[in-house]
């Protein structure tokens, strides 16, 4: 009996050990897998070598010499490169996205709210929207508005004008720009100042509500401290603030800031696109925190209002926030169909002119690629970030 | 499981195989295009996807144009019927990666023959079959009555085009502010002109007369005298293939040859018994010029009998015949005082 129990399984000779197989398994395969990357790496360069096509990225520093009309940075068809054309591309496409971002949202939650109102002509409103925008195609929404946006508006002689010293023509709209003197850097500094304050006194309203029950009043400082700071140290510096108004000076406007209508049609056509599709993860959002949860909480005696703040968007924000995301990488993504618009975003300059100009196809595509890779996985980390204050806490 | 691993690890090899292989005979490939038109039994010819007079299905959906009869005469050469080709419609910004690709065998899309394009592209130009440089359009009611008055305006451009880099170049060196929006297609930077975002809507001459006719009121807008740049437009094949450059280059030639000689589409039959030995020559009743191109002897007169001679096409697709009436200006031939020179079939 007891001889039995302590005869050894017979030893696995090295060479057939089961870890030792699966990890050679595992080898040859990343191996062949290397080996076909490399071999279509290879061929690709081969042959684009046997056709005289470049193959290397020294395009990058070559001067352009094509124009752009919406730069947020120094450049010109003279003195800049493909590179800084990339940057320019970059910018733009991170601009529009950025808004389209905001807007959507802000949008896409009044719209799922609305879904759900008791106001019955509000609430059909909201469906029809929500319905129309996501059942056609985002291209014909963007192309609609470009002209929705172009033509009821009048060439630069005949301008609208705006109040404040604004224009509005089928050039965009111009608005008188803001130009800082010296001083002006000090109230920036207090409006930094106003927050960092604001959100030490956040804390530590939240931190004496924790320990004591009662919390201090923070709205009205913090409205002090954010806007009346700066505005006090503004003063005393003297306000140094000079407006450039935009003149009609030959065939259009000079001077002020510009809005283009290209950027205009754009952001529209994103947004309330995608602001469709929000509505619907709002409206899925709110319906899922079950009835009971808003009866208890009136049941303890919270308001309506409170009950929203403090029950129920924090449990609908769980469902929210995930496919939030996703609607976040469509928006970014989406507004490569600016070229059709001809808003130079990345595409349209990038993977359209530098592409055609320099003939670098492959390099060109790879780094549009990477570019929209880096900037979905940075809006992917970041959302799993804002996920984390909502997530269910497990202990 | 052991048995689903083999089996796993033999697809994967195999496929690896294939795609050697492949990757192999795509390399082999690149020499031979006639051959693989042969057996395709098709030209593809990337074509401009509406430019009227150059390239456009009209409305029967039958592709017509100048740079759709050059790829109609080398169908005609190789297959004896103009109507083996297959019309691939390219924006500026594709065309060119469509050819290197081999998506194409040919781009005849009005596009404009620069070193770099053949030196760093991978290209090459077979002859120029039109003239051109670059216009601008604007409205009659703006008052401007040459481009140096576009001081600050904005113009509305198709992207991907030497016309892009012109502009900014005709801008730069005259010291005068300009505002480009540029569109990934001709018909949409029109339309935007036509709405009224651009002062101005440049492009080569020839493309002016053709888009002004899609304005609501082309008779609002007036082309502006200046002519801004030299735009040799002609077709192009990838390096690296003689025999198929040779072919594409030789049919833009024979067109040339047939209008110098007199060679009509209607006298076709009759010029084949001209005592003429330039005429025999050309037609196919003296020598065998068509076999080196790896064609037959009469590829030149098939040419003339489905496509017609060069004066022919011009004046059907852009010349008196069309709806654009252009002159024949630089591409007359060169004995008439143009640039349309070829040389000679012998």
Redesign the interface.
Known sequence: MSDASQVQPPRTPFLRAETLRAAA?QA??LA?IG??AW??FD?AV??MR?????TDFSFWNRPS?????QTLVQYS??GSTYGRAFVVGLLNTLLVAAFGVLFATVLGFAIGVARLSGNWIVARLATIYVEVIRNTPLLLQLLFWY?AV??P?P?PRQSLALPAGAWVN??GLFLPEPMFGPGAEWALAALGAGIAGTIALRLWSARRRAATGVGAPVLWPSLALVIGLPLLVFALAGAPLTWSFPEL????F?GGVRVF??FVALLLGLSLYTAAFIAEIVRAGIVSVSRGQTEAASALGLTRGLSLRLVVVPQAMRVIVPPLTNQYLNLTKNSSLA????Y?DLV?VFA??V?????A?VQVISITMAVYLALSLLTSAAMNLFNRRFALQER | MKITRTALLASVAAAILTAATSAASAQAQVARTLEQVKSRGFISCGSNPGLAGFGMPDDKGTWAGLDVDLCRAVSAAIFNDPNKVKFIPLTAKDRFTALQTGEIDVLARNGTWTQSREAELGLLWTGINYYDGQGFMVRKKLNVSSALELSGASICVQQGTTTELNLADYFRSNNMKYEVVAFATSNEAVKAYDSGRCDAYTTDASGLYAERLKLVNADEHVVLPEVISKEPLGPSVRQGDDQWFNIVKWAHYAMLNAEELGVTKANLDEKLKSPNPEVRRLLGAEGDFGKALGLTPDWAYRIVQHVGNYGESFNRNVGEGSRLKIKRGLNNLWNKGGLQFAPPVR
Do not use: C, Y
């Open positions: 398994w040859l395969m062949l080996w076909l071999s279509a061929n081969e042959n046997a056709r005289g096509v470049p010499g094509f124009d752009i009309n068809s003279s002209n172009l033509k508006l060439g089928n050039r000076r030959g065939f259009n000079q209508p290209e070229v059709f618009i001809g130079p349209q359209g002119t592409l055609n100009q320099t003939g196809a």
